[in-house]
């Protein structure tokens, strides 16, 4: 199985301040067909469901807020919140859909500071 | 606009089965693969089962393998998973989720399953 391991797994972030979420993939998750990272992140706010914020590790889901964005470098994502807002407290996770089974990371609990 | 709606939750006893349903409406259900993906409380997400539009292909985490059924009713634009031989492992919230190119961009709210005795 891919294990997809985020760190930190907290955080505290002043308003208006950055936020950045690290997720790694313990083997390439990039289809060959696209190339294209087979990573999402998604946002949990306290008792909801998650919800889709990126795919493709840096492609927006339609609505999402512009401050949120995903780069990639190999088996490395990252998050980041450009100037975090208090809505955005929530936990974070990364998944990787490049096959079955399909994981997700341990998840990211994001505060305000 | 789409709307995941799971039922079937419940208190049970070791051992015992269960099966949940997501009712989907606002998609052609039929078009799209769905997954259930659960969370035990206070926990992360684990993905359980996946199947294809048709149904035709099924997918399992091995914790689950042998002991949990993922269905669908097309016509009836529902998503099932019979869940056997529980153990306390297994509480957890379940949600069912539609799957776009194979991520999950629309989630249910989630029914709880809780095995105690």
């Known amino acids: 199985d891919i294990v997809m391991t985020q760190s930190p797994d907290s955080l505290a972030v002043s308003l208006g301040e950055r936020a950045t979420i690290n997720c790694k993939s313990s083997?390439?998750?990039?289809?060959?067909?696209?190339?294209?990272?087979?990573l999402a992140w998604y946002q949990q706010k306290p008792g909801q469901p998650p919800q889709l914020l990126i795919y493709?590790?840096?492609t927006r889901e339609s609505g999402v807020p512009d401050r949120f964005s995903g780069s990639e470098s190999g088996t490395d994502f990252t998050l980041t919140i450009s100037s975090l807002q208090a809505e955005d407290v929530a936990v974070y996770y990364c998944?990787?859909?490049?096959?079955?089974?399909?994981?997700f990371g341990q998840g990211t609990k994001l505060e305000i500071k | 606009e789409v709307q995941l709606l799971e039922s079937g939750g419940g208190l049970l006893q070791p051992g015992g089965s269960l099966r949940l349903s997501c009712a989907a409406s606002?998609?052609?259900?039929?078009?799209?693969?769905m997954s259930w993906v659960r969370q035990a409380p206070g926990k992360g997400l684990e993905w359980v089962s996946g199947?294809?539009?048709?149904?035709?292909?099924?997918y399992y985490a091995d914790s689950v393998k042998g002991r949990f059924t993922i269905s669908r009713d097309n016509s009836r634009s529902t998503l099932y998973l019979q869940m056997n031989s529980l153990t306390a492992e297994d509480t957890a919230l379940y949600f069912c989720?539609?799957?776009?190119?194979?991520?999950?961009?629309?989630w249910g709210q989630g029914t709880l399953v809780t095995v105690s005795s």
């Open positions: 493709w590790a840096s």
């Open positions: 199947i294809s539009a048709s149904g035709g292909r099924t």
């Open positions: 989720a539609k799957e776009r190119t194979e991520k999950f961009d629309y």
């Open positions: 083997q390439s998750i990039l289809y060959s067909s696209t190339n294209k990272n087979q």
């Open positions: 998944q990787q859909y490049y096959t079955t089974p399909r994981t």
């Open positions: 606002g998609f052609t259900f039929s078009d799209y693969a």
